[in-house]
Structures are given as C-alpha cells and as structure tokens.
C-alpha cells in the first residue's frame, strides 16, 4: 500500500514538471455569459507562474488590444478603448477589467493574454465568449382586435415584439390555455439592418360559444420570452357585447371593454442584471 502510494506521488509529480516547465499559464479567463446593450460587467483572467514572473497582461475583443496592465511600469494601466465598449479604469487592475456601454457589436471572443518577463518571455492566452442581448423594444402589441365579435365570427389577430437580439419567441393563450397549435401561423422573423429583430405570429380560430366566458367575454393573451433573461405579456379582450350595450350599462362614451391591455414585466432581467454588476 505504501509503496503503490509513493509511486503514484512521483507520478503525479512526473506529469506536473512534464506540463508545468516553469512557464506561466492561465487557470481561468471568465466573461459574463450575457450582458444587455448599454450594460456594464467584469472580465477576469487568473494565472498562475512558477519560475515565471508576470510582465504584462493584456485583454483582446477579437482582434483589437483594448487594455494592458504592466505592474512595472510607472503607469501600470493602459486603455485602448475600442468602438464597441468603454473601459471603467477604476474598477480594473490586474487581470480583471470593468467594460461599460458595451454595444452589440461587443458580442464575441475576448482573449486574455499573460506574458513573463525574460529570460524566458513565455506568452499564455485563452479566451471565453461574451453574448450581447438587446431586449424588444415595449411589450408586445396584438393587432387586429375588433370592437366586438358574433358568436361564430373569425378572430384574426397578429402580436407583434419589436427589434430584439435574439429574436423573442411569441406565444398566444386563449382564455389562460395555449392557443391551439392548429390556430397559429408559423412565427415570422424578420432581421434589420441593425442586427435586429421583430418577431410576429399570426393567430386565427373561430369564436366558438364555448369559448365564452362570464360576461361573454374571450380573453387573449400574448407573451413575448427570451428564455432565461426576459418575458412579457399583454392581454387583450374579445367581447360579444355590442358596443352600445356597453355604453348604456357603463354609461360611458366609450366602446366595449376591448383594447384593454396590461404589460407584465418579470424581475428575472432586473435580478440577472444586478447579479452581474454586483459580481
Ligand atoms: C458610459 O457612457 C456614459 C455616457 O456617454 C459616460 O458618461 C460614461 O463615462 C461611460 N462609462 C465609462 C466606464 O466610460
């Protein structure tokens, strides 16, 4: 037993030389995993150095240096501040950068880089992949609610989410259950220019009585998701109440209790966010 243990230990002293070398390496290099258009976070690059010493470490977006720190010189930070981001100078030192303003052109490979000084001037890099979000612009919207509708009568609506990267998955429900899958158009993606897009489905089924609920009224709901980061609804009524029946009972001017949406925010953006800048 003693012996196979002691054997081992070489072993595992053997395969450390082998790999080790005495060069510097890096251990870790963590970037958040998604950070929203405008938004802010830390980049960190750990290493480790045996007969090595730490000359310089550097950060790449793709291909372009956007700061450097060298402890030796007698200013130790150096910031290139590239297009698609700004660097917070007083929250970076060492190997862990603060980005701001990043925009979506931010998305992509960022690389850390760690060099020793001579005599051997050994050079470790890796890298990790930051993905940029921007979030629809608004709630969803659904288009083409009528007034009011006849028992029987075609309900043809459209819920449209604007300008978003990824695209946000729509989705309908009838009455709090799924819109059934046989009523629903395939989702519509349309990229722009910026490298956004809005997103609209198309949802038809006939107004069946069955449908009805209390105050023959049908309740519509669309929620616009980026899974994991965003999701958002708004509800829209379907009423077989003629207009002027309303307006006697409210006595009001106003037409039929349709129109009335309600947007739905979730908190998981909001805590997602300030985990990331609280890190
Ligand atoms: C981010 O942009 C704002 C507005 O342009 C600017 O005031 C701020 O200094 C920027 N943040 C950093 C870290 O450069």
Not at 60 to 76: I, L, N
Not at 230 to 238: K, Q, S
Request: hydrophobic residues 40%.
């Amino acid at each position: 037993m003693v012996c196979r243990r002691s054997s081992l230990a070489w072993l595992l002293l053997a395969v450390l030389l082998v790999q080790g070398g005495g060069s510097i390496r890096i251990t870790r290099v963590r970037v958040p995993s998604w950070l929203e258009v405008g938004g802010q976070g830390d980049l960190d690059c750990w290493w480790e150095e045996d007969a090595d010493h730490m000359y310089s470490i550097k950060w790449y977006q793709g291909a372009h240096e956007f700061y450097r720190y060298t402890p030796t010189a007698r200013d130790p930070i150096q910031i290139f501040d590239p297009s698609t981001l700004d660097v917070d100078r007083e929250k970076s030192w060492g190997g862990s950068v603060r980005i701001a303003n990043v925009s979506l052109a931010a998305e992509g490979p960022f690389h850390c880089e760690v060099s020793a000084d001579g005599p051997t001037f050994h050079t470790a890099s890796d890298s990790a992949t930051l993905t940029i979000i921007d979030l629809p612009d608004g709630a969803p919207v659904i288009e083409g609610v009528r007034s009011y509708y006849l028992a029987g009568d075609w309900v043809d609506l459209t819920c449209t989410s604007l300008k978003s990267k990824p695209a946000a998955r729509l989705s309908f429900s009838i009455n709090t259950e799924p819109a059934s899958p046989g009523w629903l158009e395939s989702q519509k993606d349309q990229l722009d220019g910026d490298g956004l897009t809005t997103s609209s489905l198309r949802l038809r089924f006939s107004l069946l009585p069955r449908l009805l609920q209390e105050d023959n009224q049908v309740r519509v709901e669309c929620v616009s998701e980026i899974p994991g980061v965003y999701r958002m609804a708004t509800y829209d009524v379907l009423s077989t109440n003629p207009p002027y029946q309303a307006s006697v009972l409210g006595g009001g001017a106003a037409a039929a209790g349709t129109h009335s949406s309600l947007a739905l925010i979730f908190p998981l953006l909001l805590s997602s966010m300030v985990a990331h800048q609280l890190l």
